[in-house]
C-alpha cells in the first residue's frame, strides 16, 4: 500500500523479534498519538482485539480454507468487554463526535448477543526511567502488539470507538487484561583512563514472559494486568493514584463489577440504566437488581390491583435478555379464583396447572402492549414449558430458548427484572407506600402499602418468639406512651411457616432481644399471645387459641393498663359460607373448578361434614404434593382431621376426601348453617339453684351433681339469637368479705356451629354480670341483663385459682361475687345482645415491668427468612391516655430512599432509606471494615478535603455478627483496600475507631468496652489537617471521649464521607438506624488545642500529628520534663481522666515519636505516659 510491501513489512516481525527486540533497546513511539508519554500517566498500555484471522496456531478460531473457515474469526476470549466511552480513543481514533457502546454480560460465546469474544494483553512499567522496566517498555510492546499476537496469533482489528493498542487512558473499560513483563540481563563496560570513570551498555538479552504480580487479595496472580501493576505499587515503582487509575479501566472479574462501572459512567453523563417507569399507566408490583423495587407486593397486593386491571394485562420488563424478551406482555384470559396463586405462577413459580394456568387458555403473551389489547400477534407458544419460570423458555415464534425466565423472591435466574400490572384509565389505583421498621435479620425486604384502604403488610424474617431470644419481622410502628387500646381487622394472611405471625405488638426498643408482648395470628395454631419479659431472654408463651377460636383472620385487641396487658378476640356472628360436600376419596379426586372452600371458611366447612381437629388444637395448612388442593378430611387414620392443603397442582393419592362447595357432583349435601346447639359444663360455688335460658328456667336439663361445689354440671340447649344466659346460684354461708372470697363458678361452652357466638364462650369471655343479695332472685327483668342498676357495687374478680372444672382449660378464668353477705347470686351474658357491648372474648393477659414509652403497631414475620408472608389490615386504631390518635401510623409521611452504595467486598445488596422522622436506615452485608480488606454499605457524600467533623446517633443497631459495624467513615477511594478511617459501634466490642493509612495496609483500632454489646450511642470523627479524631458518648448531654487521634496523609482533593454499615457475613443484612447526622467544618477543639498553663513560662500541650514537634527553641529541657509534664496534665481535657502507668520519666531514643518532651496516652484509653 503506498509503495510498501505488506508482506515484506509483516515479514520484518521476525527480524526484529530475533535482534533488536530481545538484544538492543527499541525507542518508544511517543510521536503516535496513541503512546505520547505526557498523556500515558498510568504508566500502563494495552491492546484488545475482537478477530483472528490466521489458522493452525491454536488461539482464536480461524481455520483453513481461510475463505470459508476465517471470515469473521473470533480470538481467544480472555475479558468481558463492559463500555467504550468514544471521547477516551479520540487521540488514536480519529472519530470526532461523543457516545458511548455498553456490552451487557460476558458474552465469550456469542450466545446472548452481547460483545462476543475479546483479548486483552498488556503490560507496564516504573516510574523511574532508568528502572529496566520503563527502560525496555517499547521492546515489550513490540513483543505484545506486533510479535505475539499480530504475528504468532493472528489477532487484529480494534474494537470500535477505541485505538487496538494505546495507553490504558485511551483504551476501552474491560474486567481484566493479560500481561508480559520483562525480564533482562544486562552487561556493562566500565572505562578508566587515569582520570576519568565512563561506562556503556555492552549486551542485553531480554526474555518475555507473563507478569508475576499480586492480586486484590495479596495472593499470587500471574499474567493479569492489575496484578502486575499491583505488585510495581508494592515495590515502591509506581503510586497509589497510578494503582487506582488502572482499576478504572482493569475493573475486575467480579460479574457484577462491569455492571457497577457502567452504571458509574452512566452517573457522570447524568443518566441511570433502566427504564422509564410509567407510573400513570403501570403499577410496578417486583424488580430485582437495577430494577430493584424495595417494597415489593404480595400476593393479596397483588391480586387486588390485578383485580382492577381493565384489559388483565402485566408486563415483565428484562434488561440484558433479547430484544424478544426485554418486554414480554402477559394476557390472562380466564378469571382468577381464591384456589389460584396467580402470583406465584407468576413471578416465583414453575408450575403447571391444568385448571388455571395452561397457554392459549388460560392466558396468551404479546410483544407489545397494542397487540395485548387488541388481542393481534400472539406468540406461538403451545409448547410452554411450564417446568421453567415465566416465559416457560418460550420465543414469539414459538421456538424453544433457555435461561430467559427469573424467579423474584427468593431471586433466581434472570438479573434485573421488573414486573408491572395495567392501571385502570377510568379509576383511580388508591395505592400509597408507609416506611416499615425492620426489626432483627430479614433477608428480603419487606413492605407496607395501602391499596385500596386495605393495608398490606409483606414480611420474610426468621419469626416472633421462635428463636430465642432473638427475633427478626417486620414492624408498622410509632413512638408510643402510657396506656394503649390497639384494635385491628386481620382480614388475610398468606404464611409460609406454621409459626408465622401477624398482629399487635407492644415493644420497647427497636433491638431483636426487646421486652414485648403481642398478639398474633399463628400460621398453624391460631391466635398467640406471647411475649418476652426480660430483654434478651427467651420468649413466654402465654396463651395460644388453636382452633377454639378465630383462625387465619381474626378482630383482635391488646391493652395495656400500666404494667398489665391483656389480650381479646372480637366473637364474629355465624358466618353463611354455603353447602358443603365431602367428596368420596379416590386417586385424583378434588374439588371442580371454582368449588374449593377457602382457607378462612375451611374450617367451619370441615366441621359440618363430619371433621374433627388435632388433638393439639391445630388445623393444619401445607404444600403437600399428594393430597387435593383446598380443604380436605385424613381418611386413613380414621380421625378425619381437618386439612387445606396449597399446592394449587397437588393430586390426591386417594386417601383424602375433598370437602367441596355444593355443585353437581353426585354427593350427599350438609348444611353448614342453621339451627345449632350448644353444650356447656359448669361448675359453681356452692349448689346450682337454677339455669335460665332465654328467660327459661331449663335447670332439669342439667347433668350432674347441683349440691356439689367441685361437680361437674353439662347442659345442652338449642341456640336462640339475643338470649340472655342467667346462672343462679346460691353460698351456703357468705358473711365473710375480701376479695374473690364468696360465690363463684367455671364454665365452657361449644357450639355445633363453630361460627356461633356461643361456640368458645366461657367465664373468660368478657360482657359477664353479676346481681347479688341475701333474698332469692327471682325478677325476670334482672335475668334478661335490663336491670343494671342492681349489679354489685363492688366489680366481679377472676382468677383460675380454685379451679374446680376437670378437663376444663387451665387458662380460663373463674368468675367470683366478691360482695359480702350476698348469699344468692346470678352470673349472667347475652353473647350477641348490645346490651353487653362488642363481644370482646378475653384470652389471656401478663403483668411485667415495661418502660412507659414504647413503640407500638403491626409485626408480621413470614418465620421463613428465604419467603415472604404477606397480612392485610383494616380498622387499626390505638388510643393511648395522653394522645389519643385514631390511627396515627397511617398519617407518617411515606419512607424517602437516599443515594447509597455497596463498596468492595459484600454480598448481598445493600439499600437506605430516610424515614418520614428524618431517621436514616442502612442496610447492608460485607466483609468487614478491618485487615486489608473492606466491605460495606455506605452513604457517602463528596467532601472537600479540609477540615470537618462527622457526627450522628445510632439509634439502633440490628447485627448479624459480633464484628459487624456501624457509623461514621471518611474514605480516599471505594475501592476495598482503599485509606480510610471508621468511628462508630460493633456488634459486641463497644465502640471502635480503625482507620487504614495506606493503600492495602493492615487496617489498625482502638476500642472502647471490648466484649461489651452497645446498640446504642453518639459517634464523632473529626479531622484537622491530616489527624483524624473519634470520639463516642451514650446521651446528648454527656461530653464527647476522645478514643484516639492518628495521622492518616491524603492528597486527594475530595473525600468520601458519610455513614455506613457491615453485617460482616456476605449472605446477611445487618441494619443501623441513624439519626442527628451532622456534618460540619471544623476548628481545634479543647482536647486538641495548645493548652496553656497558669505559671510562666507558658507551657502549652500541642496536638498529636505525623509532623508535630515543639517550635523551634521551644522544647522542654529533660531536666524539666516530668514536672512540666504533670502541671499540663492537670489543664488537659484529654489526660485529665486518665491515671498514670507509671510516676517515672521514660527517656529513650524512639525513632517514631517527637524530640523532646511528650505525652503519650496508652491504646486502651486508659492511662497515660510521660516521656
Known sequence: VNGRNIYGDAGNVQNVYDGLAQYGVISWPGHLS?????????????????????????????????DSNCEDSDPSDNTNLCYV??????????????????????DGNNQYEAEG??????????????????????????????????????????????????????????????????????????????????????????????????????????????????????????????????????VGDDPDMCSTSVNDFYSTK??????????????????????????????????????????????????????????IYYKRLTPITSEFNHYMHLLNGHYENEDYYVYGTDFELYST????????????????????????????????EGNVGARMIPHAGRSDVAWYIEKSKDKSTGITDYPITTVGSTKIDGSVRSVDNVLHITASGHGIGTNGNNDAFNFYEEPMTGDLTMTVDLTHFDF???????????????????????????????????????????????????ANGPMFAATMKLVREGNTFKSYYLKEPAKEVGEATLVTAGEGTRCEPGYSFSKEDCLQAGLSVGGTLRSNGELPVGNWGHTPPGCFLYSPDGDYAIHWGTNSNAKNDGNFQPVCKSSTASSSAVGVSGASTTTCRLAIDDYLASFYYDGIDITKSVTGDHDRWDAVNTVTFTEVSNATMAIYAREGNCNWGGTCT????????????????????????????????????????????????????????????????????????????????????????????????????????????????????????????????????????????????????????????????????????????????????????????????????????????????????????????????????????????????FMGLTGTNGFQMIWRKCM?????????????????????????????????????????????????ESSEPDLYTGLVVSSKKQDQLATAVFSDFSVEEASPSPTSSPVPTMTPPDLYLWPAGSTSECPEGASVPQDDCLEAALLLIENSDIFQPLTSANSQLNVNDWNFTPCGCFLWRGKKNKTYYID
Open 34 to 66: 496513541n503512546f505520547e508519554l505526557d498523556k500515558c500517566t498510568t504508566n500502563a498500555a494495552m491492546c484488545c482485539w475482537p478477530s483472528d484471522r490466521q489458522a493452525d496456531d491454536n488461539n482464536g478460531n480461524c481455520a483453513t480454507p481461510y
Open 85 to 106: 466511552d468514544f471521547e477516551k480513543g479520540v487521540l488514536s481514533t480519529g472519530f470526532a463526535g461523543t457516545g458511548n457502546s455498553v456490552h451487557n454480560g460476558d
Open 117 to 250: 469474544p475479546i483479548h486483552c494483553h498488556g503490560f507496564a512499567w516504573a516510574n523511574d526511567e532508568s528502572d529496566f522496566t520503563s527502560s525496555y517498555k517499547a521492546n515489550n510492546l513490540f513483543y505484545v502488539s506486533m510479535y505475539d499476537h499480530m504475528s504468532q496469533r493472528g489477532y487484529v482489528r480494534n474494537i470500535q470507538g477505541a485505538p487496538m493498542c494505546a495507553c490504558t487512558e485511551q483504551m476501552p473499560i474491560v474486567s481484566r487484561s493479560d500481561c508480559t513483563q520483562v525480564d533482562v540481563e544486562e552487561e556493562f563496560e566500565i572505562h578508566y583512563d587515569g582520570g576519568q570513570w565512563s561506562g556503556k551498555l555492552a549486551k542485553v538479552y531480554i526474555d518475555f514472559n507473563a507478569c508475576e504480580g499480586f492480586d486484590r487479595r495479596g495472593n499470587n496472580d500471574n499474567n493479569d494486568l492489575w496484578a502486575y501493576m499491583n505488585r510495581l505499587y508494592r515495590e515502591g515503582k509506581i503510586t497509589i493514584d497510578q494503582l487506582m487509575e488502572i482499576g478504572k479501566v482493569l
Open 270 to 327: 447524568g443518566m441511570e440504566r433502566g427504564h422509564n417507569e410509567d407510573d400513570s399507566v403501570w403499577v410496578k408490583v417486583a424488580g430485582v437488581n437495577s430494577l430493584k423495587m424495595d417494597q415489593p407486593f404480595g400476593k393479596a397486593s397483588f391480586d387486588a390491583v390485578f383485580a382492577e386491571s381493565p384489559n388483565q394485562i402485566a408486563l415483565r420488563r428484562c434488561v440484558y435478555c433479547k430484544n424478544y424478551h426485554r418486554e
Open 369 to 400: 402492549y397494542e397487540d395485548a389489547v387488541a388481542g393481534v400477534n400472539e406468540w406461538e407458544c403451545e409448547n410452554y414449558q411450564y417446568g421453567q419460570f415465566f416465559p416457560g423458555n418460550c420465543r414469539p415464534d414459538g421456538g424453544a
Open 496 to 546: 409460609v411457616g406454621n409459626w408465622a405471625m401477624a398482629g399487635l405488638m407492644i415493644r420497647e426498643s427497636l433491638e431483636p432481644g426487646s421486652k414485648s408482648v403481642n398478639l398474633l395470628m399463628s400460621g398453624h395454631y391460631g391466635l398467640v399471645m406471647n411475649g418476652r419479659g426480660e430483654t434478651n431472654a427467651n420468649y413466654n408463651s402465654w396463651h395460644t387459641n388453636y
Open 742 to 981: 364468696c360465690s363463684g363458678f367455671v364454665m365452657e361452652c361449644t357450639s355445633t356451629d363453630p361460627a356461633s357466638v356461643y361456640h368458645g364462650l366461657s367465664t373468660s369471655t368478657a360482657g359477664w354480670r353479676s346481681i347479688g343479695g341475701n333474698v332469692a332472685i327471682t325478677d325476670k327483668a334482672v335475668l334478661s341483663g335490663e336491670n343494671a342498676a342492681n349489679d354489685f357495687d363492688t366489680s366481679l374478680c377472676t382468677s383460675t385459682s380454685s379451679f374446680s372444672l376437670q378437663g376444663g382449660s387451665a387458662e380460663t378464668r373463674k368468675i367470683w361475687a366478691a360482695e359480702r353477705y350476698s348469699n344468692f347470686v346470678v352470673f349472667a351474658i347475652n353473647p350477641d345482645s348490645q346490651d353487653t357491648g362488642e363481644q370482646w372474648v378475653y384470652m389471656s393477659e401478663t403483668t411485667l415491668a415495661m418502660s412507659d414509652n414504647v413503640y407500638a403497631g403491626i409485626a408480621v414475620t413470614s418465620a421463613r427468612s428465604d419467603n415472604l408472608a404477606e397480612a392485610t389490615f383494616v380498622n387499626y386504631e390505638i388510643e393511648q391516655n395522653i394522645y389519643p390518635s385514631a390511627s396515627p401510623s397511617l398519617s407518617l409521611a411515606p419512607t424517602m430512599i437516599v443515594p447509597s452504595r455497596d463498596v468492595g467486598n459484600y454480598g448481598l445488596a445493600g439499600s437506605s432509606s430516610m424515614t418520614g422522622d428524618g431517621r436514616y436506615v442502612l442496610k447492608g452485608t460485607g466483609r468487614d471494615i478491618s485487615y486489608r480488606d473492606d466491605g460495606f454499605h455506605a452513604m457517602f457524600e463528596n467532601l472537600e478535603n479540609g477540615n470537618f467533623s462527622i457526627s450522628t446517633y445510632v439509634n439502633s443497631f440490628d447485627f448479624v455478627h459480633g464484628e459487624a459495624k456501624a457509623g461514621v467513615m471518611s474514605r480516599f477511594f471505594l475501592c476495598n483496600k482503599s485509606p480510610n478511617v
Open 1000 to 1048: 492495602d495496609c493492615n487496617a489498625e483500632h482502638s476500642e472502647v468496652d471490648s466484649n461489651v454489646r452497645y446498640t446504642q450511642g453518639w459517634v464523632k470523627l473529626e479531622k484537622l489537617d491530616d489527624a483524624y479524631s473519634g470520639y463516642w458518648k451514650h446521651n446528648e448531654e454527656d461530653e464527647w471521649n476522645l478514643v484516639d487521634t492518628v495521622t492518616v
